[in-house]
């Protein structure tokens, strides 16, 4: 696939529908602390969107700084790195030939490979994630019966403490109409729990007796599908939010 629309945000704000009371700031340097502590920050587009932006101070000096879609950027973030994975996979996979001579080994293609292809998975899965915690109101409130009590979740504590699978399996149908992408798309739901076991053997690289674990991670890797994991993960997010993954136009691919 191509890389994605950047956008930031979504707040539901233009210039014609903002809240009663709110206002433009025109002086930045005497209104500084007012500003930082009271007021939420918009910039304003030519096509009369609104931005939500914070006042960065480092240095003495001040710098606006729109907010991107989280989401997005580790989705975008991901796919940079994917690019990297292909090429260095690519000078990594050489095959084998009884006459070749490995006299002088070179690791630098195999260490890019790894970090480019981990990182890769790792950042695809954050955006899973970080989308799944966007989908979840304010006020969302999700019960969890158990045999003998109940658990109540807010907003918070359903982002910290319901894993990934229940979040999609139960709390999602649960908070947004009873829609359920695992049941709607299997073989998709099939990419997206590797993507999730996969990412977490990354994150918590075990060792073993000769680097047994070590060398049936990095060949998972190498048999993994990444193609139809981000597919997947597209899927999934246009699934919840129509054209929220939108492949841009312009031509350019990077």
Avoid: W
């Avoid at 940079?80 to 080994?105: D, G, S």
């Avoid at 798309?185 to 729990?193: E, I, V």
């Amino acid at each position: 696939m191509k890389h994605i629309v950047k956008r930031g945000v979504d707040h539901g704000y233009n210039n014609i529908n903002l809240p009663k009371g709110t206002r433009e700031v025109v002086d930045i340097d005497t209104e500084f602390q007012k500003i930082k502590n009271e007021y939420d920050c918009y910039i304003s587009t030519d096509k009369g969107d609104l931005l939500k932006s914070f006042i960065f101070e480092k240095d003495n000096k001040k710098y606006l700084i729109p907010i991107p879609d989280l989401s997005l950027v580790y989705f975008d973030a991901a796919y940079n790195l994917n690019q990297q994975r292909c090429h260095y996979e690519k000078e990594t996979l050489v095959p084998f030939n009884n006459n070749l001579k490995f006299n002088n080994i070179d690791f630098d293609n195999i260490y890019k490979y790894y970090g480019y292809s981990s990182s890769c998975l790792i950042t695809l899965f954050t955006s899973l994630e970080c989308f799944i915690n966007h989908l979840i109101p304010n006020d969302g409130i999700y019960q969890k019966n158990e045999k003998l009590f109940s658990k109540v979740f807010n907003q918070d504590q359903i982002q910290r403490g319901i894993n990934f699978i229940d979040k999609v399996d139960q709390v999602l149908p649960h908070l947004n109409g009873k829609k359920s992408f695992f049941k709607v798309f299997p073989k998709q739901t099939h990419h997206l729990k590797n993507l999730q076991k996969l990412r977490d053997d990354i994150v918590h690289t075990k060792s073993s007796l000769n680097h047994k674990k070590q060398q049936e991670l990095i060949r998972r890797i190498l048999k993994f599908d990444f193609d139809k994991t981000f597919e997947s993960v597209k899927d999934f997010m246009n699934y919840y939010k129509t054209d929220f993954i939108e492949e841009c136009k312009c031509g350019i691919d990077y």
